[in-house]
C-alpha cells in the first residue's frame, strides 16, 4: 500500500493552482504547505482527502512521465475532474470514458498536468 508520493515540478505556483482546481472534483484538495524556510529552502504541498497523500515540492523537476490516478466515487466526478482539469491548463490525454479493455465498470477519464505528468480520475463503479 502506497502511503504518499512526492515528486518536483517545474514552476510550483502553476502547479499547485493547476491541482487545486483539478483534483476539487474528486474531493481531493490541499492539505498541508511547508514554506521552504521549513524545508531546506523547498515549498512543498500536500493534496489528499483526510491527510495529505499526493505532495508536489518545488524542487528537481521529475523526468519521464508519471502516471498517478485518483479514485472518483462517480463518473460524474471523473468528467468534472477532467473539465476542470483542462480548464486549469491541463492538456486532454484521454476524454472521460469506458475502458473495458481494462475491466467492464472501468471508467476514466486522463489529463497532462502542466509537466506533462499523466493524471487519471477512475470510477471502478456500474453506470
Known amino acids: 500500500m502506497i502511503d504518499h508520493i512526492t515528486f518536483g515540478v517545474s514552476d510550483f505556483a502553476r502547479s499547485t ?12 484538495k490541499r492539505l498541508f504547505d511547508v514554506p521552504p524556510e521549513h524545508s531546506g529552502g523547498v515549498s512543498s504541498t500536500g493534496y489528499g482527502d483526510d491527510r495529505p497523500w499526493f ?18 466515487a462517480d463518473r460524474a466526478r471523473v468528467d468534472a475532474f477532467h473539465r476542470e ?5 491541463g ?6 470514458g469506458p475502458r473495458p479493455h ?12 502542466p509537466d506533462g505528468h499523466n493524471i487519471e480520475a477512475v470510477c471502478h463503479a456500474p453506470a
Open 102 to 113: 481494462y475491466h467492464p465498470d472501468y471508467y476514466g477519464a486522463f489529463v497532462l498536468d
Open 55 to 72: 505532495w508536489i515540492a518545488e524542487q528537481n523537476p521529475t523526468r519521464g512521465m508519471l502516471h498517478v490516478a485518483i479514485r472518483a
Open 17 to 28: 493552482a493547476f491541482y487545486d482546481r483539478a483534483f476539487a472534483p474528486l474531493g481531493v
Open 91 to 96: 492538456r486532454d490525454n484521454g476524454a472521460p
Open 85 to 89: 482539469a483542462l480548464a486549469a491548463g
